[in-house]
């Protein structure tokens, strides 16, 4: 699977953004998929995942309610829309892949499970 993000941006706190992740035809429809995201000095944390047929999703704890992860397997696309942000929320934005089997619905939350990874859009947002 091959990714691609893009939507980043600098914004207010309180505007909205909405992340893209595009992914090659074909592998990406049996990809289970997430976001996560990274600031200097800290570790990639987990923002949201999506099992591979994208009917089951899940999200952290610091976003939820705010962030939404949806996929649109027909694009090839996954897309994480981000509503009322904040200054904490500001962090280069990561997709990644992980291929799965057709039985497989499981969302994965661990960066560790991910095998691809696209090349993260900055997302700053100020005060």
């Known amino acids: 699977v091959q990714l691609q993000a893009s939507g980043g941006g600098l914004v207010q706190a309180g505007a909205s953004l909405t992340l893209s992740c595009i992914g090659s035809?074909?592998?990406?429809?049996?990809?289970?998929m997430a976001w996560f995201r990274q600031t200097p000095g800290k570790e990639r944390e987990f923002v949201a995942a999506?099992?591979?047929?994208?009917?089951?999703?899940t999200s952290a704890d610091p976003v939820k309610g705010r962030f939404t992860l949806s996929k649109d397997r027909n694009k090839n696309t996954m897309y994480l829309q981000m509503n009322s942000l904040k200054p904490e929320d500001t962090a280069a934005y990561y997709c990644?892949?992980?291929?799965?089997?057709?039985?497989?619905?499981?969302?994965?939350?661990?960066?560790?499970?991910?095998?691809?990874w696209g090349q993260g859009t900055l997302v700053t947002v100020s005060s």
């Open positions: 999506v099992n591979w047929r994208g009917d089951s999703t």
């Open positions: 990644a892949g992980k291929n799965v089997i057709y039985s497989n619905d499981l969302v994965y939350i661990r960066a560790s499970d991910y095998g691809y």
């Open positions: 035809r074909g592998t990406f429809n049996r990809a289970a």
